[in-house]
């Protein structure tokens, strides 16, 4: 094995020894490594030395935990390219996406350094004279952070910076198909000098995740990932009083209107769709156009995304990557083919790639699907491939309602000119990330992420708004001794 889980400062092998690897989407060929499959005791020594870690971590001023972020920072900065690297090569993306997914890591783990200063309660008015009283926001304890494997730096250091600066302690066990990048960013926060038991990371899949949801020391889960299993992690939570965050599925749309720039729809909504292949939780699955300027949209689309290149992200002329797995090429292949069973057009793509150079891949050609009606499976499921469905629609009223009609309000988006009906939109849409002329995937990591309805649980994360889940409020009040 040349991987190991990190628990209280020592990297180890699983303690039954069983491993398991991961291989290049790209060229099945390349083995990235190997890495501990983790079960119950690993979790276990994991959350023992983050609860052991706590009381002094926790003591720290917010200031001298910044240090260690600042730290990481700069780790990470210095080697941003070997981590993009290792993020494209067993994830997929291209060197491009990595290298700019890395440079987010940089400025999260700044970000939330610069948050250990901030003011974290108030002081209220007291129906009593003499009392002072206040609030103080306190460390929720050891958490549990569940990722997935689409943005393996990004999304754990947007659940550990806060989770550190706040003060809690941390096990990680990352998506057991991007294991690589998680050992490089555990890498890191060792050579950051972070206190043993602080950080731990236990490698492994959905067994190792469990057992992370269901040790009692634990005293809250983040997670990110599919609704399956975002539910059976929300009801494992409530029957041991445990708090949690999830992050699920989007089925963003786009509503591109008749007075809409066509030239940015067009460019903004294939971005969206099939960048890093569609696997983003926000990324574009629905474009629902006003009837008028369907035709024109639709051609302009299918144009572009036949000329879009797709090959190992490696290689910079490539636009787009293979899926991460076989099952989710095969599950795109069979969304596809279920839309035409149903009465969709395809346009273009929507096959598995046939040329030699991509035979070791799990490469599906970018797909456009034309004449989708709403009932549809493709227009109501999440796919997590590169594949857009079309929805004409009479007006505007029309678009809203399609818009609004799935189970899914991460991310929308609407091509407009006009203030009106971007007013309309912003008020009516139901979602948690709105754009006015934006792509419906790409997030500022100041501002709050996350959904309505199926798309998350309750708390947003990022920004500040990743205090209100990584923090309990006292509420506290001083007296004069003495009547
Ligand atoms: P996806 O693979 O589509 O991102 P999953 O929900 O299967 O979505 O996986 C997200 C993360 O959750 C991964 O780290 C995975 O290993 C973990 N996981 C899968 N099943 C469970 C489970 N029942 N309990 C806890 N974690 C799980």
Same mark, same amino acid.
């Given at each position: ?42 979790? /276990? ?25 600042? /730290? ?13 690297? %290792? ?45 002072? &009283? ?37 096990? &990680? ?15 890191? !926060? ?21 057992? &992370? ?26 029957? /041991?009083?445990?708090?949690?965050? &999830? ?15 066509? %030239? ?58 293979? !899926? ?6 095969? /599950?795109? !292949?069979? +969304? ?10 395809? !346009? ?121 889940? +990584? ?13």
């Amino acid at each position: 094995m040349d991987h190991g889980n990190y628990i209280n400062g020592q990297w180890q092998a699983a303690a039954g020894g069983a491993t398991f690897e991961r291989r290049n989407p790209a060229d099945t060929r390349d083995l990235v490594g190997r890495f501990p499959e983790s079960g119950e005791a690993d979790v /276990r020594a994991a959350v023992d030395a983050a609860r052991a870690a706590l009381p002094a971590w926790r003591r720290l001023t917010g200031d001298a935990r910044a240090q260690f972020l600042r /730290r990481a920072a700069n780790l990470l900065e210095a080697r941003k390219d070997a981590v993009a690297a %290792a993020l494209t090569r067993e994830e997929g993306k291209t060197l491009a996406e990595s290298g700019g997914e890395t440079g987010r890591g940089v400025v999260l783990l700044r970000y939330y350094a610069g948050e250990g200063l901030r003011a974290g309660g108030d002081v209220l008015p007291s129906a009593s004279p003499g009392t002072l &009283l206040f609030t103080e926001r306190v460390p929720l304890g050891v958490v549990g952070l569940i990722t997935p494997w689409n943005f393996p730096v990004a999304i754990p250091l947007w659940k550990i910076a806060p989770a550190l600066i706040y003060g809690n302690t941390v096990v &990680l066990k990352p998506s057991e198909l991007a294991p690589r990048t998680a050992h490089l960013i555990a890498e890191v !926060l060792h050579e950051a000098g972070l206190p043993p038991g602080v950080f731990n990371l236990v490698q492994g899949a959905r067994a190792a995740g469990e057992a &992370l949801v269901n040790a009692p020391g634990v005293d809250g889960i983040s997670f990110t990932g599919s609704v399956a299993t975002g539910k059976s992690i929300a009801r494992a939570c409530v029957e /041991r009083g445990a708090k949690y965050q &999830l992050e699920m599925g989007g089925k963003n749309p786009v509503i591109v209107l008749e007075d809409a720039d066509m %030239a940015q729809a067009v460019e903004l909504t294939v971005q969206g769709a099939m960048r890093s292949a569609g696997e983003k939780c926000t990324a574009t699955s629905r474009a629902i156009v006003v009837e008028s300027v369907a035709d024109e949209f639709t051609r302009r689309v299918v144009e572009r995304v036949r000329h879009l290149e797709m090959g190992p992200g490696t290689d910079a002329r490539f636009y787009l990557g293979p !899926l991460i797995s076989v099952q989710s090429r095969d /599950r795109v !292949l069979r +969304y596809v083919e279920q839309a035409k069973a149903e009465g969709a057009r395809l !346009l273009c793509g929507g096959t598995a790639a046939h040329r030699p150079d991509l035979a070791h891949g799990y490469y599906v050609w970018p797909a456009v699907l034309d004449n989708v009606r709403p009932d549809m499976a493709i227009a109501q499921e999440e796919v997590f491939g590169p594949v857009l469905a079309i929805l004409r629609v009479p007006d505007f009223d029309r678009a809203l309602a399609v818009a609004n009609g799935v189970p899914f309000g991460l991310s929308a988006s609407l091509f407009t000119r006009d203030l009106g009906s971007a007013l309309r939109f912003a008020r009516e849409i139901d979602a948690g990330l709105v754009r006015v002329n934006g792509e419906t995937a790409g997030v500022e990591p100041q501002a709050p992420f996350g959904g309505m309805k199926a798309s998350s649980s309750f708390s947003r994360e990022q920004g500040q708004a990743a205090r209100e889940f +990584y923090t309990q409020v006292k509420t506290i009040s001083f007296d004069k001794a003495g009547a």
